[in-house]
């Protein structure tokens, strides 16, 4: 739909407060790379798996709408959050597999005076960029690259699973690819797509932080100096606990966590305020001191 | 003259009395124009029932028959014999389906014997127009062809040769025996593999009867039942098969030494190569990917070192046709790709083998010497073997192998018996059949093996705890405790299934036969023809056919050379005259119809500018007739007089 | 997890969801969607858990103190009302709701986030807040009518 390059922009709830800095930087770098991102106008929540958890079809609703706005605009939907990709394309696939749900969604939206004809794509940045804008491109813009920088590539759980086609939903590589056009070093990350617990960490804190310690420890033993993220969510529940983690299993992690976009804005030139670095809550100052210039 | 109709309603004992009203029926045909005689009967197939016809037959001067009763593919042969016997042309019955097609399917007896009526009704119109039709004989060709030199082929070769007939038999790779030259023991007897194959394998190499055609592959197959060319490639090995002793000195004087695919490239070959000592013919073959004199004009040492003179450089392809009257396919597997099923790290993780690499360690000829041992070239002190990879899994292949639960067993067994390992083996279901496997599986249990109830969910090289680290770990859910367990091995054997060969595709197209949905080919009925298939004269047995164990391949090779000589012992076969035939004064010469047909039987006169029908090789399977735009083309007693009879009654009788 | 996936479907079939549904199994699930992408059965598990969590919300089987619940129907609660949901404001609802105490643990974080500029304070209610409702109340219509036997509280057709 649409131009190649034009998308409607989702951000979703979390990146209107505590992880302002990956909106930021997302938008900096899909300016940078000719993504044009237009926000969508009165997006609602997509629901995520709170939503679903309680209620079902007003799950698939939340979904509908901010899809059927997207259709208006004629253009595909670019996320950045896993969570948000995950919904939306989960109630865009089950429409269009059962007629049913189909037609009960619909006229629910007649109710506004909203329609959905399910011809909206829904996609997350990393992929649009890995895919569409590709190596060539992305390279170009790489005026300073992250020397050999070691990073963790962590995708979370919800990029490839369960309807991400487009990378392995085990072991997926984009983000280790992309790493490497940057001029950065993707370690050896087993834990890669592993659940960092997410929304655990506020209603099940031991647990949450035994697979937050699995994660860093992983990370730590590979020689990463940082950790890539791809999903809000998996940033902060990573980033915000380390102490927590540190004084429960007498461990030492101080994991510096930036988003794929700030590492990419960082290669092409931007410095950390543009891209919100300087609101992390680990400094990357050491780190970044080490293999980016002048930074 | 008005024709004489018998009609006889079969009750099926009550197959189709209890839904159908017989007598009914009966009365109805009675009086229908030019039925001479109606008769009920409990089981007109029985020679009591068959008698009732011949007997019409003789005193009536019946020249029309028409049974009432099952579906044509249970007794149509029946009743024709019958009527044949009694002095009337077979093709002169029709057979009218009132019990799948009506009593089977009705629930309403009202509404069964109305559609009873209406069936018996249309077949009584039909039958008139009806005419004899002459069966076509010819002779059978004794040869046999046999494609795959596995323990199969090797089984049927030795089966027709031995009975004085000639066999061609086929091998793609450079000696006959396949996978089971490469395993190192079978289960359940724990019998050397080698051991009990080589002695077939020379008794084909020896048999005056069997002429095997090594390192060749089939690229044509055309004909009809008893009468088949097969189009051979024979590759050039460039050593002269007649010349050569298998002294095999030119395989030690070669400098070049590539993965060896015997050993699932975990050992080495020369780049000429025998894949192993004892092969069929004990001929080596170069290959020219790898060689120095065909990749870059130098080397020639295996020549230079050759005492017989057998080496031929110059040796080329060549193509040769063989007239056969059968063919039996068996051509085997292929084992499932293990790295596609990512948690398990094949292919990533170091000490994680598929079971077919295990017994290329434990063989004694194996790049190991027939040692077990780890990446570092020590001895594994733990083994964990993970059942059903890439099998019963709706993401892979939905079967189930059938042999893997045997082998993985038998594979903890070498373990024990060379490692002294803890072996454990994960699974879902013990799948022990067979003669003598659930005393083996009692065996295994004996000797200590750690069974796990619980499909391996992945393999990791993250450790959670100290006694994990350097290990790889087998997580799974135990499923008769119900927990999570964390097992660290040192090494996993991966039970992968069989699949299709990756060629099966092609050989289905070459020799026109079916594959099932998962792959595999089709056999004719798979409980009550398991060996034929859909065409005749063409037979599959063995792993081709779906995944089984050496019992049931070599049962499957007897059963389709005892197929095959039947056939050849019958002398001649008959052909089905129910084919299409061509009204040359009403071909337009538009040629749609050659196109169309899959068997190839259709030929274009360009001297009439008329197409014409290979009665031999037309199956009647109806599409040129269908596609005729002229209406030149009919099918032999499926002619557009007889369907639209039939047409016509059944839409007189719905008013 | 108190019950393994197996062993729900187990107690499924044998009519023995309750004992289920008061484990920790259902809320622990985090959909990571690892079991869906490799049950060779090609069973959806995780969309198993969400008919589980809503079943046990539904009649009020989950298990003793956990909090998992109370944040989803928070969630619910405030999508509901504005459209969007911040965190902040999310967490402190819900640890209000389960452990009130808790929210001292979660000011040295909370002050982190506050001086980075991280801390949103209210939340943003969108405009088309109305037509959801008036959507989700067209939706009550259509599964009265029977138009699609979904799931959702006593919403049974």
Known sequence: MGSRLEFSYYPGCSLEGMNKAYDKSARVVSKELGIDLTELNDWNCCGASAYMSIQELRAHLLSARNLALAEKEKKDLAVVCPACLTTLTKSNRYMGEDPKLRRTIASALKAANLQYLGTVKVRHLLEVIVRDIGEQEVKARVSRPLSDLKVAPYYGCQFTRPFGDFDDKEFPVMLDTLLKWLGAEPVNFPLKAKCCGGMLMTTNEPVGLGLVRSLLDCAAQNGAECVATICPLCHITLEAYQGNVNKRFATSYKLPTLYFTQLMGLAFGFNRKELGINEELISSKHILAKHVEAV | MAEKIGVYVCHCGTNIAQTVDCKRVVDYASALPNVTVAREYQYMCSDPGQELIKKDIKELGLTRVVVASCSPLMHEPTFRRAVEEAGLNQFLFEMANIREQCSWISENKEMATERAKSIVGAAVKRVEFQEPLDVKKVPVNPNVLIVG??????????????????????????????????????????DCAACILTPKMVSVGQHPNIELLSYSDVTGFSGYVGNFTARIRRRAKYVEE???????????????????????????????????????????VIDKDHCLYFTKGVCKVCQKFCPRGAINFEQKETYIDLQVGTAILATGFDLFDASKVKQYGYGRLPNVITSLEFERFSHASGPTGG??????????????????IGSRDTNFNEYCSRVCCMYSMKIAHLAHEKTGARVYE?????????????????????????????????????????????????VAEDTLLGIVRRVPVDMVVLSVGFEPRKDTIETARIFSISRSQDGFFLERHPKLAPVSTASDGIFIAGACQGPKDIPDSVAQGAAAAANALSLIDRKEVTLEPTVAFIDEKSCSGCKICLGLCAYNAITFDETKKVSKVNDALCKGCGVCVAACPSGAIEQRNFTDNQLLAEVESICAAGK | MDYTPREIIAAFRAGLLERVLRSNTVWLCASCYLCTVRCPSGIKLTDIMYELKRLGVEFGLVQEGAIAPVLSKTFVDMVDRYGRVPEIPLVMAVLLKTNPLGILKMIPHGLKLFLRGRMPFWPHRISGISELEKCSGAMTDALVSGLHPGSGAGEEA
């Open chain 2, 149 to 190: 030199g596995g323990i199969t082929g090797i089984e049927a070769a030795l089966q027709i040769a031995d009975s004085g007939k000639k066999v061609y038999l086929v091998e793609k790779e450079p000696t006959i025996g396949g996978y089971m030259a490469r395993f190192d023991k079978t289960f359940p007897t724990l």
């Open chain 2, 426 to 474: 994960f699974y879902i279901d013990i799948r022990a059949f067979g003669k003598g496997y659930e005393e083996f599986y009692k065996r295994i249990l004996e000797e200590e093996t750690t069974f796990i109830r619980g499909k391996a969910a992945e393999v990791t090289d993250v450790p959670q705890t100290p006694a994990e680290k350097g290990k790889l770990v087998v």
């Open chain 2, 242 to 284: 007649e010349e050569c002793s298998g002294c095999g000195l030119c395989t030690e004087k070669c400098p070049v030494s590539v993965p060896s695919e015997f050993d699932c490239g975990l050992g080495k070959r020369k780049a000429i190569y025998r894949p192993f000592p004892q092969a069929v013919p004990n001929v080596p």
């Open chain 2, 371 to 388: 040692k077990i041992l780890l990446k570092n070239g020590q001895m594994p002190t733990s083994i964990a073997i993970l059942h059903c």
